[in-house]
């Protein structure tokens, strides 16, 4: 599954739903983490998603490639997303 803000593929961090012992275990869907909310991990892969989304560090108000985050870390998301029971992507944290 791809970030839809930065198209890095995101990083499963397990099941949500009723999993507390005293509940029935039923999986709601997937909590997912874009890598880049807190940065990209090289130039290449920056200068790539910058290319793609015709901005520039300048124009970001950015001086320095290691500046740079997906876009999903500046929304309320914090480059955080789950999926549903029918496998529908949302931006957040489920509640």
Avoid at 20 to 26: F, L, M, R, T
Avoid at 46 to 62: K, P, V, W
Avoid at 84 to 93: F, I, N, V
């Amino acid at each position: 599954m791809e970030c839809p803000f930065c198209n890095a593929e995101l990083e499963d961090n397990g099941p949500w739903g009723y999993l507390a012992s005293h509940q029935s275990g039923e999986v709601l869907g997937y909590i997912f983490k874009c890598p880049n909310a807190e940065g990209f991990d090289d130039e290449e892969s920056a200068m790539e998603y910058l290319l793609e989304s015709d901005e520039t560090l300048e124009s970001l108000g950015l001086s320095r490639w290691e500046e740079l985050t997906c876009p999903s870390s500046m929304h309320n998301v914090s480059g955080s997303f789950y999926t549903d029971k029918q496998g529908e992507l949302h931006e957040g944290y489920p509640c």
